[in-house]
């Protein structure tokens, strides 16, 4: 089966002449849950928003479903089918958790009281507060609405950067639960996570990224018992 997403020897970065990925390549078939992780820095948040066309690669490709991203507008890349939740100001505070999530179907002309449903559905908690404010949510909830709004779309590939920062232990778990769940009714996904263990234990497979090259991959479970990605990753020799 084809790659929905191909990624090969990614150059990009911020400053001209100042690359932070420095040759990247990534692949992702249809259905799967594929990790990036690493440390600090090393251009995980940026490989998304090349990928999600906020920044425009200095080199290399970037094809989905067999067509290239490069020079494309963020609009006319959700239109392809791709959707994108960042890590901070994800969501519409001064809007409803109702409106947030019509403005995540922006596209669409008709109706979409069945998408928001399906949303509601896979979120309880957003249902029972639908009209409350966005600003007044707790982080998690803030981030399951930042994910249902770009699910409004049925995006085919759905790209997460770090989803459970700064939440609870608890509320971490929702999070996750709900980032497989998302996985399991069809939708393919790109988590760029800090949690390294909790993320690679779910993933189907996995990317090491270190000063912007991808310098592990393999399955999920494989990175996970890997001394030299603990190595790499927590600078010893514990397991991640």
């Known amino acids: 089966m084809d790659n929905l997403l191909e990624i090969q020897d990614l150059y990009a970065g911020y400053i001209k002449d100042l690359n932070i990925l420095q040759g990247v390549s990534l692949i992702i078939a249809p259905g799967e849950l594929v990790v990036v992780i690493g440390p600090n820095g090393c ?11 906020l920044l425009t690669p200095n080199q290399g490709t970037i094809n989905f479903k067999g067509k290239t991203l490069v020079g494309l507008k963020s609009e006319k890349i959700v239109q392809q089918g791709l959707g994108y939740v960042p890590q901070i100001a994800n969501v519409f505070p001064s809007l409803t958790i109702e409106e947030n999530l019509e403005m995540g179907a922006f596209l669409t002309s008709g109706s979409i009281t069945s998408e928001k449903e399906v949303i509601f559905n896979m979120f309880p908690r957003l249902a029972q507060r639908r009209r409350q404010k966005a600003g007044t949510l707790s982080g998690g909830e803030r981030q399951m609405l930042a994910m249902g709004r770009a699910l409004m779309l049925k995006p085919d590939l759905l790209l997460l950067d770090e ?6 232990p608890i509320l971490v778990g929702d999070v996750f639960a709900q980032i497989k769940a998302i996985n399991q009714s ?6 760029v996570e800090q949690n390294a263990k909790k993320a690679l234990l779910m993933a189907d497979r996995g990317y090491v990224l270190e000063s912007g090259r991808d310098r592990y991959q393999g399955k999920g479970s494989e990175l996970l018992n890997d001394p030299k990605v603990a190595a790499l990753y927590l600078g010893g020799h514990h397991s991640i």
């Open 43 to 53: 251009g995980k948040s940026t490989l998304l928003k090349t990928i999600f066309g």
């Open 163 to 168: 989803p459970s920062a700064a939440l609870s």
């Open 186 to 191: 069809g939708t393919s996904i790109l988590l």
